[in-house]
């Protein structure tokens, strides 16, 4: 209960601080996938006792959800390159021939695992499914990651929050997917307790950037010539009155 | 297996990566403070007579081969010192350029531009170099050149200098109304 209630709240905080502070428009695939969450969560609250209609809801929100945290990744890769014109292409370009690489190496995963023996093969296609959809969304912020580190562009305080939690989530989804649906080492029940855990952690990375209060470190090595000249000129104007 | 192999080395590339990347923005230093503490000034002339192939067929035929061989690696492995002193000089050139790009005088905008354009030449440059460098190492018969254009390095140093003193220009001398 308290895995499933923390994130919720955490998030709808955080979906209030991304509007107060105006980050919305900056991130606004990541505001999206933010308030989807949580909000998916509570209509799957009204829809328990329903097997066959929360499955479906469930499966089918977790797809938006998978396709949405793509698109986020895409913009903290917009987000980085859009000031510098010459990157843009390369950045973009690299993005899809690695997204392209790296969906074809996730259908080989999913097409080499043998489902005919079974029980619940429509579950073990989906967990496949998901499992190779993680893959992508790995190799694509290692390559963000890569990118950035060695054009050594710098940083910026959210952006890095945003890439941290994806990526902690995405390398422990993979892990449990592996770990259930193609070495069937863990059992599922534990695979949705230990992804509730590593989804509450990328929670918390996302509220430790987003939260407290953040001032960009601004260092001042010379006055400001013109604002002084400016204020000298107003001044001087009114003594001469 | 191999898929698993591939799972599991994905995940700790990935985590590897995540680690320096939370390191790296949490040391939040100030990169011109950095530059004028940490810039490593590089040996340009050094450097072009290490990458020479005039110099090495010189070495070829004045040495043994075993003491040729044992010098040509010290010479690459010096010049990969000098081409990382010179990426890493440019990374903090691009950190100098992205704080220049805010400031509000048109002309400091459009040198940091320039600035920061150079500085990924540089850095494209300096990793195409390093390559090389790593192959002429491992495959010493081979005949590579070292596509390093050190011209465009020292405009690089010199469009730092200019932003930099722009920045510390001292306020000009104003008779203070009132």
């Known amino acids: 209960m308290t895995l499933w209630i923390t994130p919720i709240v955490v998030q709808s905080v955080i979906v209030i601080v991304m509007v107060w502070r105006r980050l919305a428009r900056v991130f606004p695939v990541f505001f999206a996938y933010t308030a989807l969450v949580p909000a998916r969560e509570v209509l799957l609250l009204f829809m328990r006792n329903h097997r066959e209609p929360y499955f479906r809801a469930y499966w089918f929100g977790e797809a938006i959800v998978v396709a949405i945290s793509l698109g986020v990744i895409y913009e903290v890769i917009w987000h980085f390159v859009r000031p510098y014109f010459f990157l843009r292409r390369l950045a973009l370009r690299l993005f899809w021939i690695v997204a392209v690489a790296a969906v074809a190496l996730g259908l080989v995963m999913f097409t080499a695992s043998d489902l005919s023996h079974r029980p619940e093969s429509r579950r073990d296609i989906i967990l496949l499914a998901e499992r190779s959809v993680r893959f992508l969304q790995a190799c694509l912020l290692i390559v963000l990651i890569l990118l950035m580190s060695r054009l050594a562009l710098t940083w910026q305080h959210y952006a890095v929050g945003i890439a941290a939690g994806f990526g902690a989530f995405a ?56 604002d002084i000249a400016h204020w000298n000129q107003v001044l001087s104007e009114y003594l001469k009155r | 297996m191999i898929l698993t192999i591939i799972v599991v080395c994905t995940i700790a590339v990935l985590l590897v990566l995540l680690w320096q990347l939370t390191r790296a923005s949490a040391a939040g230093d100030d990169p011109i403070r950095l530059w004028k503490t940490r810039g490593r000034k590089v040996n340009l002339d050094a450097f072009r007579l290490l990458v020479d192939s005039e110099e090495e067929i010189y070495l070829w035929r004045s040495v043994p081969k075993a003491q040729f061989r044992q010098l040509q690696r010290k010479r690459i492995a010096l010049g990969l010192r000098f081409v990382r ?94």
């Open chain 2, 85 to 178: 002193t010179m990426a890493g000089n440019a990374a903090l050139l691009m950190r100098v350029a992205t704080i220049a790009r805010q400031a509000e005088d048109h002309s400091t905008v459009s040198a940091a531009d320039q600035l920061m354009y150079l500085s990924f030449q540089v850095r494209i440059n300096a990793l195409v170099a390093a390559f090389c460098l790593i192959l002429i190492l491992i495959f010493p018969s081979w005949n590579i050149s070292v596509p390093m254009s050190l011209e465009r390095y020292q405009r690089l140093l010199e469009d730092c200098d200019r932003i930099l003193s722009r920045r510390q220009q001292p306020p000009q001398n104003i008779q203070m109304a009132g």
């Open chain 1, 171 to 226: 390398a422990s989804d993979l892990a449990l997917l592996e770990l259930q649906a193609h070495l069937h080492l863990i059992s599922f029940p534990t695979l949705v307790l230990m992804n509730s855990t590593a989804y509450n952690v990328a929670v918390a990375i996302w509220a430790i950037y987003f939260v407290p209060p953040w001032q960009r470190k601004v260092v001042v090595e010379s006055m400001p010539n013109t």
